[in-house]
């Protein structure tokens, strides 16, 4: 288990707290979807678990050893190749890094210079690095940002093994994809609190990706609209993303209905 006992932090010491008198456990085997508007302290809340920020007041108990954070951004000014980098935290933590690789389809970038990547991919080398050594405590700080709809679909399997074998994961996340997962329990950071938030009620909807020419991109997203359906995203889509069937160049719409998140996450 990890538990906040008392936690407050705020980044300086005339600032206002950006995290009051939190009190929460995270049991082995739960996966906490963390919500809150932007700026609300999500990112500092899952730091706090990670260890890498210390709180101002009170303490953090029973953080397990292996600990995977996955940042919202992948820092990736680092001198080295992605396969470089992942092979040294892998060799640092007694264990390969070969099958994270593979199972991420980083192979191809092994070769390639971390401040190379595309941001979707330095976001699966943040993700393999957190991963090489099973984590008791897996944090993945918006984990979807950046990532192509292969790896996207990985992000659930991954938290459902990590949860399966006693591990614990806490995950930020405005777009409503852990709701894929069957027991989250919700936290909601609001004015510097913390509070355990009711289950979303199952809604009966989905999302579906649905990907058009940029020339007809308007037409579909009004087309859509008009039918009721809500539209969540419209992404460029510059080159198509190996192990994905493609047309070639164009938009990814994704309509969905509401998910009944109003005033949840935000970022
Ligand atoms: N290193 C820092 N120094 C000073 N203030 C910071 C720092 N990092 C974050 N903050 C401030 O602390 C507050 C909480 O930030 P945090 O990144 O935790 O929010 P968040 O809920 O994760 O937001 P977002 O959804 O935009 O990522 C914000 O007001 C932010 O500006």
Redesign the pocket.
Do not use: D, L, P, Q
């Given at each position: 288990m990890v538990r906040f006992d008392g936690v407050w932090f705020r980044?300086g010491r005339r600032t206002d707290w950006?995290l009051r008198e939190v009190e929460a456990s995270v049991e082995p085997g739960d996966t906490v979807v963390v919500l809150?508007r932007?700026?609300?302290?999500?990112?500092?809340l899952l730091q706090l678990a990670a260890g890498v920020l210390r709180p101002s007041r009170g303490l953090i108990k029973e953080r397990p050893p292996v600990v995977g954070w996955v940042p919202?951004r992948f820092p990736a000014d680092q001198p080295f190749t992605a396969g470089d980098y992942l092979h040294r935290m892998a060799a640092l933590r007694g264990v390969k890094a070969g099958d994270w690789i593979e199972r991420l389809l980083l192979t191809e970038h092994t070769g390639t210079r971390l401040s190379d990547l595309s941001k979707g991919t330095a976001q699966k080398v943040g993700l393999a690095q957190a991963l090489i050594a099973r984590p008791g405590l897996l944090i993945l700080d918006e984990p979807w940002e950046g990532l192509d709809s292969v790896a996207r679909t990985l992000i659930p399997e991954i938290v459902a093994e990590v949860t399966a074998s006693g591990g614990m994961v806490l995950v930020?996340d405005h777009r409503g994809e852990i709701d894929n997962l069957p027991k989250a329990i919700h936290w909601q950071?609001s004015d510097a609190l913390v509070a355990r938030a009711p289950a979303a009620p199952p809604t009966g909807e989905v999302i579906i990706e649905v990907k058009v020419r940029r020339a007809e991109a308007p037409q579909a997203v009004a087309r859509l609209k008009a039918e009721g359906h809500q539209i969540l995203d419209v992404r460029d889509v510059a080159a198509p993303q190996p192990h994905q069937a493609s047309s070639g160049p164009g938009l990814t719409i994704t309509p969905g209905a509401s998910s009944g998140r109003e005033g949840g996450a935000?970022?």
């Open positions: 980044y950006t809150g932007n700026g609300a302290g999500k990112s500092t919202e930020s950071v935000g970022s």
